[in-house]
């Protein structure tokens, strides 16, 4: 069974610094791996996905996240933390090999950018 | 349309009462997922449908949940007898084969008194 682990349920950091969001998984292939984020009051947004190549990949807003197959980790990251960025991150995974799975979520980790 | 839908955004209901969420997902997109987020906490998965196989239901809380896709498009989740503690908000996703990732709607903000 896929599962996915945020081990932080918070994530406090000052603006201009850098940020880190944790995410782990459990898969029995080879992972698809998905950022989402959500605004307070809005829907989820797409950040980034990891499918296959670079294990560096790039998205929307400044993000970037390194998929370490070892480490079986997908860690969200940003070099400058801006106050806009608080919100509540997602991780999810979906495991390609097993037909119609659906996504599985993290539990999410709140951000707070302080001023 | 150019996103996923939901309709209505925001409903208040009695205890008890029979509600049904609506869903429009992108045009052409096989995948169909409804996912509850109860305030401040994660996602959980409820029901998923791609094209015409049967649904994996796995995921609804009770019998008194039940969902629907018509024709392959639009989706309707009715809960029967709501109980407070069905108050979150439903989001609905979609996506097309081959394609990795959701487009999430707005969702619908439930709330039971």
């Known amino acids: 069974a896929q599962s996915v682990a945020q081990p932080e349920d918070q994530v406090n950091v000052a603006e201009g610094n850098p940020l880190t969001v944790k995410c782990t998984y459990s898969?029995?292939?080879?992972?698809?791996l998905f950022w989402y984020v959500q605004y307070p009051n809005r829907g989820l947004q797409f950040l980034l996905k990891?499918?296959?190549?670079?294990?560096l990949v790039k998205g929307s807003y400044g993000f970037e996240a390194e998929f370490n197959k070892s480490q079986t980790s997908f860690h969200l990251k940003k070099p400058s933390a801006l106050v806009s960025d608080s919100a509540l991150y997602f991780c999810?995974?979906?495991?390609?090999?097993?037909?119609?799975?659906?996504?599985?979520f993290g539990p999410g980790t709140r951000l707070s950018v302080l001023p | 349309g150019a996103g996923v839908s939901q309709s209505p955004s925001n409903k208040v209901t009695e205890k008890g009462k029979d509600v049904e969420l609506r869903c429009d997902p992108i045009?052409?997109?096989?995948?169909l997922y409804w996912y509850r987020q109860s305030l401040g906490q994660g996602l959980e998965f409820l029901i998923y449908f791609q094209g015409n196989s049967a649904p994996d239901k796995s995921g609804l809380p009770s019998d008194r949940f039940s969902a629907e896709r018509t024709g392959g498009s639009v989706s309707t989740l009715t809960i029967q007898r709501t109980q407070q503690e069905d108050s979150a908000v439903y989001l609905c996703?979609?996506?097309?084969?081959?394609?990795?990732?959701?487009?999430f709607g707005s969702g619908t903000r439930l709330t039971v008194v």
């Open positions: 898969v029995s292939g080879n992972p698809y």
């Open positions: 045009s052409g997109h096989t995948a």
């Open positions: 990891y499918i296959t190549g670079d294990n």
């Open positions: 999810a995974v979906r495991d390609p090999s097993v037909y119609g799975q659906n996504f599985v």
């Open positions: 996703a979609s996506s097309s084969a081959g394609v990795y990732g959701y487009t």
